[in-house]
C-alpha cells in the first residue's frame, strides 16, 4: 500500500472513514508497516538483544550466588576447622600453637584472619536487567576485625576482560541500542512525505497534521517498545527470575514506565528535529550526532569535570597510601619501642625475662589498632572526595536524559547507589561490632572459648527498606525530567508545525 493511498484514506468522506482521525491514522499506518521489512527486522533485533540481555544477566547472577555460596562455605569450614582445633586443645589431645596467629584462642589474630566473617549483599528480583552497574559493586566483603581496606579492596570487582569488554545487559540495550532503533525509525516521519510530495495532501486535509504525526510515530514506534517491554517481562519469568513476587510486578511496572518516558523523549526530539522541515538527510545527521553527544560526550564532560573539581586518588594510589599509613604507624611504634628501652637499659640486659605471649600480642594489638586508624582517616579522605564527585555528577546528569535513565534502571533492578550506600552503611555498622567482639577481649587478654565461637556477630543480609525512599525519589526525579523535556520538545515542535502549515 502506497503512502498515497493512505493519506487517501484519511481524507476519504466522514461516511467511509472512522470518526477518529488518530485512529484512522495508526490504522493506515500499520498497513503500510506489514509489508515494511525494515520495521521487520528492527522488530526481530531489538527481541533478539532483549533476550541475548537477559540471559547474559541471569548468567552473570548464577555465577555472583555461586561466589557468595562458596564464600559461606569457605566461611564454614573455616569456623569448623578453629572450633575442632580448640576442642581438642581444651581437651588435651593437642597442644596450643607457638604462633599466636595459629592459635583459635587469640582474639586479635583470630578476629583479623582466620575467623573473619563474610557480608553479602543479595539480589533483588531484577537485578539480571542491570548486572553491568555491579562490575563498581562487589556483593561479598570478608570482614575482620582490621581496617575497612583490609576487606573493601582485597579482591578485584570483576574479570578484567569483562571490565574491557562491558557487559551487554537490558540496562545497555535500552539506554544505548533502543534509541538508535527509534531514531531509525522516526527521523523522516515528516521529510519523507515532503519529499514524495504527500505533504500538501494532509495539510489540505482537515486532519490536524501534529495528530497525524503523532498517530504514525505511536504505530511505528509503539510497536517495537510494547514488543521489548512484553520480551523483558516474558524473558525474565523463562529464565527463572522471580518477578511473579510483590517486589518483582512493582520494579518490572517501573521499568515499564521508565522505557516509555524514555521511548517519548527520543521520538520527540525527532519529531523537533522533523519540524525544521529539512530534508530526511539533515534530520538523520542530526539526530546521530544528538545521540552521540547525549551517550559519549556529555557523560564524559561530566566525568572530566566532577574529577577536575574534586579529584580523588585512584584505587591503586589509594590502597598505596593505606599501606603507607599502616607502615608509618609500624614505624612510630618501633620507635617508641626502642626511646623506651633507651630510657630503661634494664630492659636490654642479658638476664631481662624475654616477653609473653600475651605480651606480644599486645603489642600486635596496639601497632594494628593504630595502623587500622591511619588507615581509616586515609579512607575517609578518598570516600569524602568521592562522594563530592559523585553529588556534583548527579547534578549535571540533567544535561543528558540517558544518564539519568542508566540511574533509573539500576535502581530498578537494586543495583543502584541508594542500595549499595544502604548496604555499606550496614557493613560498617556490623565492622564496628566485629571490631569490637575481638579487639575487647584482646585488650583483656581473654581467650576465645567456644561459647564465643557459637555466638560471633553474624551479619544481616536482608535489609530493612530504609534505602526504598531514596530510590523511588531519584527514579521519580529523573523521570519526571525526562517527561518533562520530551513535552517541551513536543509542544515546540507542534508551535512550528502551526506556523510553518
Given at each position: 500500500m502506497s503512502t498515497h493511498s493512505a493519506v487517501s484514506e484519511v481524507l476519504a468522506p466522514p461516511a467511509s472513514r472512522s470518526t477518529s482521525v488518530l485512529a484512522t491514522v495508526m490504522r493506515c499506518e500499520w498497513r503500510l508497516l506489514r509489508s515494511d521489512v525494515g520495521w521487520w527486522s528492527a522488530l526481530v533485533l531489538v527481541l533478539v538483544c532483549v533476550c541475548y540481555a537477559l540471559h547474559t544477566g541471569q548468567q552473570r547472577c548464577r555465577e555472583?550466588?555461586?561466589?557468595?555460596?562458596?564464600?559461606?562455605?569457605?566461611e564454614s569450614d573455616r569456623l569448623q576447622k578453629l572450633t575442632t582445633q580448640l576442642q581438642r586443645i581444651n581437651s588435651g589431645e593437642a597442644k596450643a600453637p607457638d604462633a599466636p596467629y595459629?592459635?583459635?584462642?587469640?582474639?586479635?589474630?583470630?578476629?583479623?584472619?582466620?575467623?573473619?566473617?563474610?557480608?553479602?549483599?543479595?539480589?533483588?528480583?531484577?537485578?539480571a536487567t542491570a548486572i553491568g552497574v555491579s562490575d563498581l559493586f562487589p556483593h561479598v566483603f570478608k570482614v575482620n576485625a582490621g581496617s575497612k581496606d583490609s576487606?573493601?579492596?582485597?579482591?578485584?570487582?570483576?574479570?578484567?576482560?569483562?571490565?574491557?569488554?562491558g557487559s551487554f545487559d537490558l540496562a545497555f540495550v535500552f539506554v544505548v541500542l533502543f534509541p538508535l532503533l527509534l531514531l531509525a525509525l522516526s527521523y523522516d516521519v515528516l521529510s519523507a512525505e515532503q519529499e514524495q510530495g504527500t505533504l500538501s495532501l494532509t495539510v489540505a486535509s482537515s486532519a490536524p497534521l501534529m495528530t497525524v504525526l503523532i498517530g504514525k510515530l505511536t504505530v511505528r514506534a509503539g510497536t517495537i517498545v510494547g514488543a521489548a517491554i512484553a520480551a523483558t517481562g516474558a524473558g525474565l519469568i523463562v529464565t527463572g527470575a522471580p518477578v511473579l513476587t510483590t517486589s518483582g510486578l512493582t520494579g518490572l511496572a517501573l521499568l515499564s514506565v521508565a522505557v516509555v518516558g524514555y521511548s517519548l523523549f527520543w521520538l520527540s526530539l525527532a519529531l523537533w528535529i522533523n519540524s525544521l522541515r529539512r530534508d530526511s538527510a539533515f534530520n538523520a545527521v542530526v539526530l546521530i550526532m544528538t545521540w552521540v553527544a547525549l551517550l559519549l560526550i556529555v557523560p564524559a564532560g561530566v566525568n572530566a569535570v566532577a574529577q577536575t573539581m574534586y579529584p580523588a586518588p585512584a584505587r591503586a594510589e589509594m590502597v598505596q597510601a593505606v599501606r603507607e599509613a599502616a607502615i608509618d604507624a609500624e614505624r612510630d611504634r618501633s620507635a617508641t619501642e626502642a626511646r623506651y628501652r633507651e630510657t630503661h637499659p634494664e630492659s636490654k640486659a642479658p638476664n631481662a625475662a624475654a616477653p609473653k605471649r600475651d605480651e606480644r600480642t599486645q603489642r600486635t594489638l596496639a601497632v594494628t589498632l593504630a595502623a587500622d586508624v591511619r588507615a581509616d582517616e586515609v579512607l575517609a579522605r578518598h570516600e569524602e572526595q568521592v562522594q563530592a564527585q559523585r553529588r556534583l555528577s548527579e547534578r549535571l546528569a540533567y544535561l543528558a536524559p540517558p544518564s539519568l535513565m542508566n540511574d533509573v534502571l539500576a535502581e530498578v533492578a537494586g543495583q543502584g547507589h541508594s542500595r549499595w550506600d544502604n548496604y555499606l552503611a550496614r557493613v560498617s555498622q556490623f565492622h564496628a561490632t566485629w571490631q569490637e567482639f575481638f579487639v575487647e577481649r584482646a585488650r583483656r587478654d581473654q581467650r576465645l572459648t567456644l561459647a564465643d565461637y557459637e555466638h560471633l556477630p553474624r551479619f544481616e543480609a536482608t535489609s530493612s527498606a530504609h534505602w526504598l525512599g531514596a530510590?523511588?525519589?531519584?527514579?521519580?526525579?529523573?523521570?519526571?525530567?525526562?517527561?518533562?523535556?520530551?513535552?517541551?520538545?513536543?509542544?515546540?515542535?507542534?508551535?512550528?508545525?502551526?506556523?510553518s502549515c
Open positions: 555472583r550466588t555461586a561466589a557468595i555460596v562458596a564464600a559461606q562455605q569457605d595459629r592459635d583459635p584462642r587469640n582474639a586479635i589474630y583470630m578476629g583479623r584472619g582466620s575467623a573473619a566473617t563474610i557480608a553479602h549483599l543479595p539480589d533483588m528480583p531484577l537485578a576487606f573493601l579492596f582485597v579482591d578485584e570487582l570483576a574479570n578484567p576482560t569483562h571490565l574491557l569488554s530510590s523511588v525519589s531519584r527514579v521519580a526525579l529523573a523521570l519526571a525530567w525526562v517527561l518533562l523535556c520530551a513535552l517541551a520538545l513536543l509542544f515546540d515542535a507542534a508551535r512550528r508545525l502551526v506556523r
